[in-house]
């Protein structure tokens, strides 16, 4: 089983709609969650943190579920340039030192 | 703005060659990262170095090793290239939780 799984995707969806992602991790000591977004041929960049409280960011919004080893990205609005793939990351150390990167989910925002 | 530089976007070698790819960041990060990616299976640690000359393996550290000689440059190494070494190379650094990415090197080996 991998340590972090994601929805294999890809998700092709019109300009506007609300799409989610989820991720499940295997880890229970996993300390920090994060979001990362690749573009095509690019590298991976910071999305998002994720907490257990859960947290917002214009029309991105996600949430953290310890206690069932699971994440989500929630995105409203999609638009265009929100085409990407969509990296679930879980920080086994604490310090950044030792992530395990998702394979990914590739969405597409169709106009 | 954090600036990650690797040495080259594309490389082609041969098999059994020795390969080195270089990255530089420009923000006196402590810890640096050698990743790679490939199809369906994600990012993979290689290894990852908090100081320099200090190194620690990651989760796919067979058939690499790494320098870091300067805190700005973390070198990855393939002693003897094979096939299954044909990936995209991606280096980072670390500030605070966030991870800085290079452009990646994409290596073919033939």
């Known amino acids: 089983r991998k340590e972090v799984e994601q929805d294999p995707g890809p998700f092709n969806v019109p300009e506007g709609a609300t799409v989610a992602f989820n991720c499940t991790y295997s880890?229970?000591?996993?300390?920090?969650f994060f979001w990362y977004r690749q573009d095509c041929r690019k590298e991976p960049k910071l999305l998002m943190s994720?907490?257990?409280s859960g947290n917002e960011d214009g029309r991105f919004t996600a949430q953290l579920n310890r206690a069932s080893q699971y994440i989500s990205l929630l995105i409203r609005d999609s638009k265009l340039s929100d085409s990407a793939t969509y990296l679930c990351?879980?920080?086994?150390?604490?310090?950044?030192?030792?992530?395990?990167f998702g394979s990914g989910t590739q969405l597409t925002v169709l106009p | 703005d954090v600036k990650v530089t690797q040495s080259s976007r594309y490389l082609v070698k041969r098999t059994g060659e020795k390969v080195f790819l270089e990255c530089v960041q420009d923000?006196?990060?402590?810890?640096m990262f050698w990743y790679r990616q490939d199809p369906g299976l994600g990012l993979r640690l290689i290894y990852f170095?908090?100081?320099?000359?200090?190194?620690e393996k990651g989760d796919i550290p067979e058939g690499y090793s790494v320098s870091r000689e300067k805190k700005e440059r973390f070198s990855l190494i393939l002693e003897s290239a094979s096939t299954n070494q044909t990936s995209m190379y991606l280096c980072?650094?670390?500030?605070?939780?966030?991870?800085?990415f290079g452009p990646g090197t994409r290596l073919t080996v033939t």
């Open positions: 990351v879980v920080d086994r150390s604490g310090s950044a030192r030792q992530l395990t």
């Open positions: 923000m006196d990060h402590e810890n």
């Open positions: 994720v907490y257990s």
């Open positions: 880890n229970s000591a996993s300390q920090s």
């Open positions: 170095s908090y100081d320099v000359k200090m190194k």
């Open positions: 980072a650094s670390t500030e605070g939780v966030r991870q800085y």
